[in-house]
């Protein structure tokens, strides 16, 4: 999965070698890749607690299509695949506050929630 790795590097900074990748996306209830012919150039992955719940994480979009629709279009794809499997009744995300319009522009409602960081 290195040119996932590359993306997420490229996107977020810092190393990603694309090898914890292998372990997470069969986990996965699916994913969505954004492409520009054979370039990765965005990723959007849900995971899943194997009932009503399931998550949307990671989106990712390479800097040079950021701002291009890119994002809402993998966000959207995530949506109807979810919608697809039987018995999830919600797909959650979790944002930082400058994304908030993104994502209710996306369909999704703000709602309070927590976090714990387990390994400072």
Do not use: K
Request: with cysteine.
């Amino acid at each position: 999965m290195p040119a996932l790795g590359e993306l997420r590097s490229l996107a977020w900074g810092g190393a990603d070698d694309g090898a914890r990748w292998a372990a997470v996306l069969p986990r996965s209830l699916t994913w969505v890749t954004a492409h520009d012919g054979a370039r990765l150039v965005g990723f959007v992955n849900i995971a899943w607690d194997g009932g009503a719940h399931a998550f949307l994480l990671d989106t990712t979009v390479h800097p040079d299509w950021q701002r291009r629709g890119v994002g809402t279009q993998l966000v959207q794809a995530g949506i109807r695949a979810t919608r697809e499997h039987a018995g999830v009744e919600w797909l959650h995300v979790d944002f930082e506050t400058h994304l908030t319009a993104f994502y209710a522009a996306c369909g999704f409602t703000p709602t309070a929630a927590g976090l714990l960081r387990l390994h400072p």
